[in-house]
């Protein structure tokens, strides 16, 4: 872990943040009281998550991907997210190069390969690597997107889904991504939603209920802070915040509310409706895409 001692303004703006109520294997939840990001304390160190990450596709620790699936991403995942990013990109006449930050599988970058697009990938394990680029037949990158040596101005579109919650330094990485696009590419953001309004439910639902019911059983992370990785959690208002003060500007927000992303969705059903049900009460939802472009 980094920054250990007593954390007295918040990484992203420097604002004032206050303790959260929970505490996750040593740990502590951080809310800002200026952005109103969620996120841990003290922050891991980038060695900590290669090796978690690394632990995960070698199947040695696999709490987190537990249940994950290519046949769910194939299906659910592919129609319900990535189908409707790609058609997004056309509608708004993006085409040409295209990299897939934290590539996983590869269901992206073929899905978008199909559609005619040249693509690269990113992943940070290893062995998700090796496999991505076997399967896919592209270039595959093993690192993180903020030291990757890739040339400037090389991609026309960014995708990155389910990553900005995990990286240390998210104006870093935003930095990153404005190099290396175009004057006016896409820069498309995929990430759950933290709304302080229904933080207390979920947080109440994870931690009591479920576990009550799965009696010593595996159950479903489903929420955005509540995975030890998940370094930082937004509201769009937050991540919108932070990404049009990157130089970027903000064109299209979707609130998505159930999705799927590994059988743990299947098998936990019930409590994803259930929090639907207050999602829809709340005009909130459990994930959210975002399409910039580069100013």
């Known amino acids: 872990m980094i920054g250990s001692e007593t954390c007295t303004e918040c990484p992203l703006c420097g604002g004032t943040p206050r303790k959260a109520f929970a505490l996750h294997d040593g740990r502590i939840e951080m809310r800002c009281r200026a952005c109103g990001v969620f996120f841990y304390w003290p922050l891991p160190s980038q060695s900590e998550q290669k090796a978690f990450y690394d632990a995960q596709w070698a199947g040695e620790s696999s709490e987190y991907h537990a249940h994950y699936d290519d046949a769910v991403l194939e299906g659910e995942n592919l129609k319900n997210n990535f189908i409707p990013r790609l058609e997004l990109l056309a509608r708004r006449g993006f085409s040409g190069n295209l990299l897939d930050v934290g590539c996983s599988v590869g269901t992206f970058l073929r899905a978008a390969t199909e559609r005619g697009w040249n693509v690269q990938g990113i992943d940070l394990g290893e062995a998700a690597c090796a496999r991505t680029a076997a399967a896919i037949g592209c270039p595959v990158h093993c690192g993180v997107l903020e030291e990757a040596a890739l040339p400037n101005a090389s991609f026309d579109a960014i995708h990155a889904s389910q990553v900005i919650e995990h990286v240390m330094e998210p104006k870093r990485f935003l930095a990153a991504a404005h190099r290396l696009l175009r004057p006016g590419g896409a820069l498309l953001l995929a990430a759950p939603i933290i709304a302080p309004s229904v933080y207390r439910t979920t947080h109440y639902v994870q931690k009591t209920l479920v576990p009550a019911v799965s009696r010593g059983r595996e159950y479903p992370y489903p929420w955005a802070i509540h995975h030890p990785f998940h370094v930082y959690a937004h509201s769009p208002a937050s991540l919108r915040r932070l990404v049009e003060t990157s130089g970027f500007r903000v064109t299209h927000v979707r609130i998505v509310r159930w999705q799927s992303f590994s059988r743990l969705n299947t098998k936990w059903r019930v409590f994803y409706h259930l929090m639907n049900g207050l999602f ?16």
Not at 280 to 295: E, Q, S
Request: aromatic content about 0%; proline content about 0%; cysteine-free.
């Open 280 to 295: 829809r009460v709340l005009r909130t939802g459990m994930n959210m895409d975002i399409l910039a472009v580069k100013t």
